[in-house]
């Protein structure tokens, strides 16, 4: 099964993708998500407002009522029936704007967060009135039905990763490569923190795993911190909707440059830093508390994450970070020392390589650190001193389009279960060629501390195909001649060619 949405999250993609028109796709995503957003909490708001109705107590205008049960109030101006009656009207992106105001100003948490840009001259408004009729089609709250906005949204923004294409993914981390994450560290109950939380996928997919395994998400409590100031609002209306209470800080900030958690130590880290930054300002903090291993280059920033997460971890703290295959052997400038001290400090708990086109935002392959504050005496797992497990899972996942590739639950499943039989008490691990391998320090020390599976793991035994080896070496040979001798002929007539314009070599 793949973990890619389906149903009537593609039907209203598609009519909404329609009414796109001269909009850049980036400006596009905060008109739709700001809408679905209007419509969701209006939805929900009606639900209770017509259960009070029913009751008839005169209470359904009563704020109280509402914000007791954590429903945001929306005043008459701003509830969804009002946007619709008006969504011909030329002034309707006005009416919006107003909407959102009155929003923020009645629901204090949603300060600055909602986009406030409809009226402006560059929308254009029948294509707006469209889009409201369209969005009017789908009640987006039901009982029972939970998560359907959480759907819709997480499916608008895969979906807006990919048509921003590269430079505009790096909000999104796809959801198959979050939900490996997860599901290795399994962030349970206590503190979770993403330093560069984008949109907010790690603490949705979180959410998901504590519900899937019977928990209280009341046990989880969400800190996180992101530059991009469209994205952070993004990612306050993303935890809004399901009602996660969430420290992102009152604004966005840069986490390097302004850590809005100096003092937090978290049980769980769930991170996918952009790749390979190279401006991110490190010639002004060469000297910083966090670089315990080592001073991070300034020309990228790689290890300067990789830092920043080992001194946010609580004393039994566990991370799992995505980071560009190139910080498992690079040397540049102090970064393999970096690396090599990580490691004897036993810090690396587990690296997975993982296929590549997984990215909207980049076609390279990735790889996923695990890291871990205490390998040797946590009371939940066995002691791992001195160890570190590779998984090479770069033949797994499958193309679901011709430029993306997507890892399935039984390929997640394969990787967390490695994991996990591996790190517990009462796994049964065993070491599979080309797959998978449990080294010793001492293995990484003489491989130079480099970090990259496939030298741990070794090639998967090919099964005998019953062909004796002389028979296809004369088939092999054969072949190479004919491609020699054809490369020949071509070499030839290209000289002949160039020859004839005058030109001789």
């Not at 309707?92 to 840009?117: C, F, H, S």
């Not at 501390?449 to 054969?478: A, H, N, Q, W």
Request: proline letters at 3%; a negative charge; charged letters at 30%.
């Amino acid at each position: 099964m793949s973990t890619g949405n389906i149903g009537f999250e593609e039907t209203l993609w598609k009519a909404a993708d329609k009414l796109r028109g001269s909009m850049d796709a980036s400006d596009y995503k905060h008109v739709v998500l700001g809408l679905i957003f209007l419509k969701y909490i209006s939805d929900k708001f009606e639900t209770k407002y017509n259960q009070l109705l029913e009751e008839g107590d005169g209470f359904e205008e009563d704020r109280d009522e509402y914000t007791y049960e954590n429903i945001f109030w929306v005043p008459k101006e701003a509830r969804w029936d009002y946007i619709k009656d008006n969504a011909k009207d030329p002034k309707v992106g006005q009416y919006i704007d107003d909407a959102m105001i009155l929003i923020e100003k009645e629901n204090p948490t949603l300060k600055g967060v909602l986009d406030k840009r409809y009226a402006r001259p560059e929308l254009d408004k029948r294509r707006l009135g469209e889009l409201i009729d369209l969005i009017s089609t789908i009640r987006l709250h039901q009982n029972g039905e939970k998560d359907l906005l959480g759907r819709v949204y997480e499916y608008f923004l895969g979906k807006f990763a990919s048509a921003e294409g590269k430079g505009g993914g790096e909000f999104y981390t796809p959801t198959s490569v979050v939900k490996t994450l997860v599901e290795m560290i399994e962030p349970y109950q206590g503190r979770i923190y993403d330093p560069c939380c984008g949109s907010g996928g790690m603490f949705v997919q979180s959410e998901k795993f504590v519900e899937e395994h019977q928990g209280k998400i009341e046990n989880l409590s969400i800190y996180g911190q992101e530059l991009n100031s469209t994205t952070w609002k993004l990612c306050k209306m993303n935890l809004a909707i399901r009602g996660l209470d969430s420290n992102l800080g009152d604004h966005h900030d840069d986490t390097f440059h302004n850590d809005l958690h100096k003092t937090l130590k978290a049980d769980y880290i769930l991170a996918n830093p952009p790749f390979n930054i190279s401006d991110w300002g490190g010639d002004k903090l060469t000297d910083d508390v966090r670089w315990k291993y080592g001073t991070p280059p300034t020309g990228n920033a790689n290890y300067a994450w990789l830092q920043h997460m080992v001194y946010h971890l609580a004393p039994n703290g566990v991370a799992g970070v995505v980071l560009a295959n190139g910080a498992l052997s690079s040397n540049t400038s102090n970064e393999g020392e970096i690396r090599k001290n990580l490691l004897e400090d036993d810090k690396v708990d587990a690296i997975v390589a993982l296929p590549d086109k997984l990215f909207y935002s980049t076609g390279i392959p990735v790889s996923l650190w695990i890291l871990n504050r205490n390998k040797k005496d946590n009371p939940k797992f066995r002691s791992r001193e001195h160890e570190i497990l590779f998984i090479d899972a770069r033949h797994l996942g499958e193309m679901i389009d011709r430029r993306h590739r997507e890892l399935n639950e039984e390929d997640i499943k394969k990787i967390a279960d490695t994991y996990h039989q591996w790190r517990n008490v009462d796994g049964s691990y065993e070491d599979i060629k080309g797959f998978c391998k449990s080294a010793k320090l001492e293995d990484v020390r003489e491989h130079e501390y480099v970090l990259t599976p496939g030298r741990y793991v070794g090639i998967e035994d090919i099964e005998d195909d019953g062909i004796p080896f002389e028979e296809k070496m004369e088939k092999m040979t054969s072949e190479l001649g004919e491609l020699f001798a054809k490369s020949r002929r071509l070499e030839e007539e290209i000289r002949k060619n160039l020859g004839g314009i005058g030109y001789e070599f």
